[in-house]
C-alpha cells in the first residue's frame, strides 16, 4: 500500500527542544548536521535530568533480581471527550519516549489516553545492570499497566521496540487490543550460523567525544530520508552523554541490551498472535524492509500493511502527519474485525 490518500490531520505546535537545548541558530538552519558539535554543547547525564519531555515525566519503582529500580514514563490525558482507549508509544533502540510527541498530541486530540514509556536502562529510566531481554521488557510494560490501572492498551512500537510490543502482544494478548510495529527491526531471524559470543564487560570507558558524535551523525544520516533541522536533538543528546562521568555506566547498560537483537527472535511469536496487527514503516530503510513487511503479514494471523514511499527509518518523526493519520484510522477499528485486504 502507498500514501496514496490524502490526509487531513490535525496541526499540532510543539516546542522543539533544540531551544531547550540551546542549538545554535546556524545549526537549526542547515539541512544536514555540522561537521563537529557546537561548541556550546556540554555533557548530559545518563538519566537525562536536563532534557524536558513534552509532558510530565511520573516513575515506577519496581525491584528487579534484587535491585530497586524506576521506570520513567508519560501518561498523557485526551482532549475532549475521552473516548475509552489508552495507547501505548514505545521507543527504538537509539531514542526515548519524547520523540513521538507529534504522535502524542495527535492521538490524544482523539480522545486517547497516550502513555509513553522510556524502557529501562534508556532515557528517564535507571540504567541497573541485569539481564536485559524482550520478555523483561515486555514485563514490565504490562506492570505499568497494572500500575496505572489499564486493563487493556494498544501497543505501538518503534524498531526495536516493535520487536517489544510485539513479545508484548505474544505474552500479554488479553491486554492488547492492537499491535502496531514501525520500521520494526528484526523481521527475519538472522541467528544461525552466527555462533554466539557473550558479553565480556569490556567496554570503552573513555570514548573520543567526537568519535561518538561522528558515529551519530552516520547513523542518523541512514535513517532519515530528508534530514530536518529538530533531528539535531538526538545528535546533542548522544554527544552530550558521552562527556557525562557516568557514561561508563551507560555504555555497560547499552552493551547489555545491545545484545537483544542478535540473542533473541519475536518472528516465531508471530503465528500466535491473534491481535489486529499492522505493519508500518518508510519503505526507504534497507533493500529488504518492503519484501520483510509483507512477509510478516503473510505469517501474523491478522495483519496489514502500510508503507510510505520516500521516507526512511523514522517516518513519524520525518512524516509525522502521515503516520499519525494512520495511527488514527487503524486504531479506531474494530479490535475484533479481520484485517482488510487493501493493506496487503
Do not use: C
Request: without cysteine; negative net charge; proline residues 8%.
Amino acid at each position: 500500500m502507498t500514501n496514496a490518500r490524502r490526509w487531513a490531520p490535525r496541526l499540532v505546535t510543539v516546542l522543539s527542544l533544540s531551544v531547550a537545548l540551546g542549538v545554535t541558530h546556524a545549526a537549526l538552519e542547515a539541512q544536514s548536521p555540522p561537521a563537529q558539535p557546537p561548541a556550546d554543547w556540554g555533557p548530559i547525564s545518563i538519566n537525562m535530568e536536563e532534557i524536558s519531555y513534552p509532558h510530565p515525566v511520573e516513575f515506577l519503582n519496581l525491584q528487579l533480581f534484587g535491585q530497586d529500580v524506576r521506570i520513567a514514563y508519560m501518561d498523557v490525558s485526551p482532549v475532549g471527550p475521552p473516548n475509552g482507549r489508552t495507547v501505548v508509544l514505545l521507543h527504538g533502540g537509539s531514542y526515548y519516549g519524547w520523540y513521538w510527541k507529534e504522535q502524542i498530541e495527535a492521538l490524544r486530540n482523539e480522545g486517547y489516553r497516550v502513555v509513553v514509556k522510556d524502557r529501562l536502562g534508556w532515557g528517564k529510566s535507571s540504567k541497573p545492570i541485569l539481564p536485559y531481554s524482550m520478555s523483561l521488557h515486555a514485563s514490565n510494560t504490562a506492570q505499568l499497566l497494572e500500575h496505572m490501572g489499564i486493563s487493556q492498551a494498544a501497543i505501538v512500537g518503534h524498531s526495536i521496540g516493535g520487536q517489544m510490543a510485539t513479545r508484548f502482544a505474544f505474552l500479554y494478548p488479553e491486554m492488547t487490543t492492537h499491535l502496531v510495529t514501525v520500521n520494526q527491526v528484526g523481521l527475519t531471524d538472522r541467528r544461525a550460523g552466527r555462533g554466539y559470543r557473550p558479553f565480556t564487560g569490556e567496554i570503552n570507558a573513555e570514548p573520543d567525544p567526537l568519535s561518538v558524535y561522528e558515529s551519530a551523525v552516520r547513523t542518523e544520516m541512514r535513517r532519515y530520508v530528508n534530514w530536518k533541522p529538530e533531528f539535531i536533538d538526538h545528535l546533542r543528546i548522544r554527544y552530550g552523554q558521552s562527556l557525562s562521568g557516568d557514561w561508563p555506566r551507560l555504555a555497560y547498560v547499552r552493551s547489555l541490551g545491545g545484545n537483544l537483537r542478535g540473542m533473541d527472535t519475536v518472528v516465531d511469536d508471530w503465528p500466535h498472535i491473534q491481535t489486529k496487527t499492522l505493519i508500518l514503516g518508510g519503505e526507504i530503510d534497507g533493500p529488504d524492509f518492503p519484501e520483510n513487511a509483507r512477509h510478516a503479514v503473510d505469517v501474523l494471523p491478522n495483519a496489514e500493511v502500510f508503507l510510505i514511499p520516500g521516507v526512511g527509518h523514522n517516518p513519524h518523526e520525518e512524516v509525522p502527519e502521515i503516520v499519525s493519520a494512520e495511527l488514527i484510522r487503524f486504531l479506531g477499528s474494530d479490535a475484533q474485525e479481520p484485517a482488510g485486504q487493501g493493506g496487503h
